[in-house]
């Protein structure tokens, strides 16, 4: 399958700092990206949606001001959680996909808030 | 957001057993999808399924879509440690949505050695 790339694996920041989140198709071009948070013990919950060179779409209850989506390339897509807080402590999971909707999922980025 | 039922939410047992874990929905889907998860790892795909009443094995695992298009289950036969993680459904429409991914809420797989 299709390899994707998530940097860093593990970040912690203090509270009111921002925090940016590579996601990185290695072999492949990704038409669509998507970006999900998991708390512990629960499932994926997806937070957006992005295709290259578009806006991303939210999912309902997700503050597109606090989390920046950018989809600047085929290859790369980026999350960047605004003012973070210790609510915002979460594993940050990327995925991509091409025209045929398969998605490669990243290997996670664990965000800790102090 | 959307969840799928998905049940059990854990099991244990013992290495050698089969297993058995499925998921519903109150909509249809086109697309349903089996991930494992280890601990700190993002899901690998396991089995896809894509046509209504499939049945597809991927080695010890064996999957179904559901005739109804609202479920689907997954078997594993002779569990061996490696087996242990959490495993989650996933439900899709390909061709809408931008073929965004609905998920369970995960089974967690112990087996005892």
């Known amino acids: 399958g299709a390899v994707v790339s998530q940097h860093p694996s593990w970040v912690i920041c203090k509270s009111g700092t921002s925090v940016k989140i590579e996601c990185r198709s290695l072999d492949f071009q990704a038409t669509t990206m998507f970006w999900y948070r998991q708390f512990p013990k629960q499932s994926l919950m997806l937070m957006a949606t992005s295709n290259e060179g578009s806006k991303a779409t939210y999912e309902q209850g997700v503050e597109k001001d606090k989390f920046l989506i950018n989809h600047a390339s085929l290859t790369l897509s980026t999350l960047t959680v605004t003012s973070a807080h210790p609510e915002d402590s979460s594993f940050y999971i990327c995925?991509?996909?091409?025209?045929?909707?398969?998605?490669?999922f990243g290997p996670g980025t664990r965000l800790t808030v102090t | 957001g959307q969840q799928l039922n998905q049940s059990p939410q854990s099991m244990f047992i013992q290495e050698g057993e089969d297993v058995s874990m499925n998921c519903t929905s109150s909509?249809?889907?086109?697309?349903w999808l089996w991930y494992k998860q280890d601990p700190g790892e993002g899901p690998v795909l396991l089995i896809a399924?894509?046509?209504?009443?499939e049945l597809t094995s991927n080695g010890r695992l064996t999957a179904q879509f559901g005739i109804t298009r609202k479920d689907s289950f997954l078997n594993i036969s002779a569990s061996i440690p490696s087996d242990v993680g959490i495993y989650f459904c996933?439900?899709?429409?390909?061709?809408?949505?931008?073929?965004?991914?609905?998920f369970g809420q995960g089974t967690e797989l112990s087996v005892k050695p």
């Open positions: 909509s249809i889907f086109n697309t």
């Open positions: 996933a439900g899709q429409n390909r061709g809408n949505q931008g073929g965004k991914l609905i």
């Open positions: 399924l894509y046509k209504a009443g």
């Open positions: 995925s991509e996909s091409d025209l045929g909707y398969e998605q490669y």
